[in-house]
């Protein structure tokens, strides 16, 4: 493949609509098949459903095939055999990798992959980290604990796939990592938006170096969906003179969306090796047309150990209206990943979505990276706490600040705020993914 | 990309599947052929997908 080529797929990436629609629909009613023939999980849900996988014949058919939520796979996983349970779709000897979600919900997913499965992991991160301008002459810096969460493992094999020199930064903390970095003039990182402003703040602060002036020119951020919100994505952009690219996965799914190096304002689905349907939050009917948000139902198509068909993400997603001047055909979504349908709660009668108030904090240049946001109930009433940290220097402006940001609160989400002020440096600081909301009413 | 091209790369790639399953089949009880054979398999079934085919294609 010529160096020059922008797509790690020419042929996949830019396939017309209709011709993706195709084979989409092969591939789909061909995984449904494997999953009813080799899982009792999947062979019992779909007969409960009255479906045979030779009835699905068209995309309306698609829509008849039950949908699955975590709790299933939970409840799955308890079945023959351990630790996997009855989604399981080939012999326990095949199996060569396991992980876990992080069970923030309750009781982990555990996720097993053969090595052809683990093959495919990589080649999805090999889009993403192609479609972000990684190629050979690259020294990828990866400051993630390599553990039992798949985070950026597909990642560190896909930079050697590419042919990238890949540095694993295991479990240096987070000031030798900065220091590595440097030393060896690494030209690329992946973390998560949360770590990676940390790793900045701890380059300044405690080692007293500019991170923009080190030698990264590309992040490509997992985990949280900051790198899609505006004003995080310019924070870390600022902070370390860099292209900060957004993508996308999940353990039970795998890494379905990458944003290019066009940087349009969202990422694309990697249709190729993923079906994804938005749904709307209410009727649950089908969205089709751009700027309607809804909930991700995703299918990964080719991965075999324990298929995820039709998987309820609780992605808040929506279609974009223009095509990507990149030439992908992959269809893109605008904003990346908007929030979480269990996330968006409402408050006193508005339904807020953290993702909102993040974009607002950290479009003020006055106010640190950190914050945190608690509701309560007092009385009949509901309360929301906005904790900030004002920047050194910024002390004289506070009230103006404080003005003005409940004022672009109340634009941006319709509700009032009781704002904190503490000092820098004092709220939680996170080194993965950031737990900034609190929804106190719910323990009551 | 030429349809011409990637009608022969799927022709070759349908080729090495078939010499590899093979492979895998002469070399059980010999841990460093077969082993290493699986690994091969799983990589050209990569080639297959970006190819557009089903990985159950060849299963």
């Known amino acids: ?444 | 990309m030429q349809k011409t091209d990637l009608e022969q790369m799927g022709q070759m790639l349908t080729s090495l599947q078939k010499q590899v399953t093979e492979l895998k089949g002469l070399s059980a009880g010999f841990p460093a052929f077969e082993r290493n054979a699986v690994r091969i398999e799983a990589s050209l079934n990569m080639m297959a997908i970006a190819l557009g085919r089903s990985v159950l294609d060849n299963v």
Not at chain 1, 52 to 57: K, V, W
Request: negative net charge; contains cysteine; glycine residues 8%.
């Open chain 1, 1 to 444: 493949m010529p160096e020059t080529s922008p797509y790690w797929n020419p042929y996949l990436e830019t396939l017309e609509p209709e011709r993706l629609r195709d084979l989409q629909l092969a591939k789909f009613r061909r995984i449904v098949a494997w999953a009813y023939e080799r899982s009792p999980y999947y062979c019992e849900l779909y007969r409960q459903a009255g479906l045979e996988p030779g009835d699905i014949r068209s995309w309306d058919d698609v829509r008849k095939v039950p949908k699955v939520e975590k709790d299933m796979l939970k409840d799955a996983q308890a079945a023959e055999p351990f630790p996997y349970g009855s989604r399981l779709c080939v012999p326990l000897s095949e199996v060569s990798e396991f992980r876990q979600t992080s069970g923030t919900t309750g009781t982990p997913v555990y996720q097993a992959d053969t090595w052809q499965d683990w093959e495919w992991w990589a080649e999805a991160w090999s889009y993403i980290l192609w479609a972000q301008g990684y190629r050979a002459r690259d020294r990828v810096f990866i400051p993630f604990g390599y553990n039992i969460f798949v985070a950026f493992w597909a990642g560190h094999y896909a930079s050697e796939k590419l042919g990238c020199e890949v540095v694993p930064g295991g479990v240096l903390d987070t000031a030798s990592r900065i220091l590595k970095i440097k030393e060896l003039k690494a030209t690329a990182m992946m973390g998560t938006p949360t770590y990676m402003l940390n790793m900045a703040d701890v380059a300044r602060e405690r080692l007293g170096v500019d991170p923009a002036g080190l030698s990264i020119q590309r992040i490509t951020c997992a985990g949280e969906p900051g790198a899609s919100i505006p004003s995080t994505k310019k924070r870390m952009q600022e902070a370390w003179g860099a292209k900060v690219f957004d993508h996308a996965g999940a353990t039970e799914i795998g890494a379905w969306s990458f944003e290019c190096a066009e940087q349009p304002g969202g990422m694309h689905v990697n249709e190729g090796l993923f079906l994804v349907e938005i749904e709307d939050l209410n009727t649950g009917e089908l969205i089709e047309e751009p700027g309607r948000k809804g909930k991700m139902i995703i299918t990964a198509l080719d991965r075999l150990a324990q298929p995820c068909l039709r998987f309820d993400s609780k992605d808040i997603i929506e279609w974009a209206a223009e095509p990507c001047p990149c030439g992908r055909s992959y269809r893109l979504i605008k904003g990346g990943v908007q929030g979480r349908a269990d996330d968006i709660t409402k408050v006193k009668g508005v339904l807020l979505s953290p993702t909102a108030i993040e974009e607002v904090v950290r479009g003020f240049n006055e106010l640190a990276d950190e914050y945190e946001v608690s509701v309560e109930r007092i009385g009949d009433s509901d309360k929301i706490t906005l904790k900030i940290e004002l920047n050194p220097g910024a002390e004289d402006q506070e009230q103006q600040v404080l003005a003005r940001l409940k004022d672009e609160l109340r634009l941006k989400t319709n509700l009032g705020y009781v704002i904190e002020v503490h000092p820098v440096g004092s709220l939680q600081r996170w080194e993965v993914k950031a737990r900034r909301f609190k929804d106190l009413r719910r323990l009551h």
